[in-house]
C-alpha cells in the first residue's frame, strides 16, 4: 500500500468504518469488513439509491439475484474461457501483478514495481473466478464459481422478470450485491 492509501486506511480504522478484514492474525490483502460506522454508511447509501434509482420509478424493477449460479452460466458467457489476467510474481518480495504493470524499458529486462528486482516468473493465466463447491463433495460435479459481476443474473433471468413484473420493453433491472 502506499502511503496515502495506509493513511486513509488508518484514519477509517480509527473511526470505525473500514478495517482490514482478519487483522488480528495478519490480515487478508484486499479484504476489509465494514466497522460500526462504515455498515451504517453504507446501508443509507444503498437505500438512498435504491429509493430514487428503483422505487421512484416506474420502468425499473430490483434484484436481488444468489452469488453462486450454475457454472453452464459462465461458460455461456466465456468467463471461464477467458475471464482471465496474465500474472507474473517476483520470486525476491513475493508480490504479485499483471503482466502489463510490469513493463520492460527499452535495452531493461522487467522489473517489479515494489522492490525493483529482475527476477520475475513468467507470466500465466489467473483465473479471475473464484471456485467453490456446492455441497460436501469437491469434485467437477460440484465445481461452482462465485459471481464476478452482478449484472448476470439480470441476463439470465430477464425474461423472467418481465414476465413477473408485467413489464413491456424498455424497462430496467436494479441489483445491489456482492461480486467476487
Same mark, same amino acid.
Given at each position: 500500500m502506499d502511503d496515502r492509501m495506509e493513511k486513509l486506511v488508518s484514519l477509517?480504522?480509527?473511526?470505525?468504518?473500514?478495517?482490514?478484514?482478519?487483522?488480528?492474525?495478519?490480515?487478508?490483502?484486499?479484504?476489509?469488513?465494514?466497522?460500526?460506522?462504515?455498515?451504517? =454508511?453504507?446501508?443509507?447509501?444503498?437505500?438512498?439509491?435504491?429509493?430514487?434509482v428503483v422505487?421512484?420509478?416506474?420502468?425499473?424493477?430490483? =434484484?436481488?439475484?444468489?452469488?453462486?449460479?450454475?457454472?453452464?452460466?459462465?461458460?455461456?458467457?466465456?468467463?471461464?474461457?477467458?475471464?482471465?489476467?496474465?500474472?507474473?510474481?517476483?520470486?525476491?518480495?513475493?508480490?504479485?501483478?499483471?503482466?502489463?504493470?510490469?513493463?520492460?524499458?527499452?535495452?531493461?529486462?522487467?522489473?517489479c514495481p515494489q522492490c525493483g528486482s529482475e527476477n520475475l516468473t513468467d507470466a500465466r493465466p489467473f483465473q479471475m473466478m473464484f471456485k467453490t463447491f456446492i455441497g460436501p463433495a469437491e469434485d467437477s460435479a460440484a465445481t461452482a464459481y462465485l459471481r464476478p459481476e452482478t449484472a448476470q443474473a439480470i441476463f439470465v433471468d430477464f425474461p423472467i422478470i418481465q414476465d413477473a413484473a408485467r413489464k413491456k420493453i424498455p424497462f430496467g433491472i436494479a441489483q445491489i450485491g456482492k461480486a467476487f
Open positions: 477509517c480504522k480509527r473511526r470505525g468504518f473500514v478495517f482490514p478484514s482478519s487483522e488480528p492474525y495478519g490480515g487478508l490483502a484486499g479484504f476489509f469488513d465494514f466497522g460500526p460506522l462504515g455498515v451504517e =454508511l453504507r446501508n443509507n447509501i444503498k437505500a438512498a439509491w435504491w429509493k430514487r422505487q421512484q420509478r416506474d420502468d425499473i424493477v430490483g =434484484l436481488d439475484a444468489s452469488i453462486v449460479m450454475n457454472p453452464k452460466v459462465w461458460e455461456a458467457s466465456g468467463h471461464i474461457a477467458h475471464f482471465s489476467d496474465p500474472l507474473m510474481d517476483c520470486r525476491r518480495c513475493k508480490a504479485r501483478f499483471r503482466d502489463d504493470e510490469v513493463a520492460a524499458q527499452p535495452g531493461k529486462p522487467a522489473a
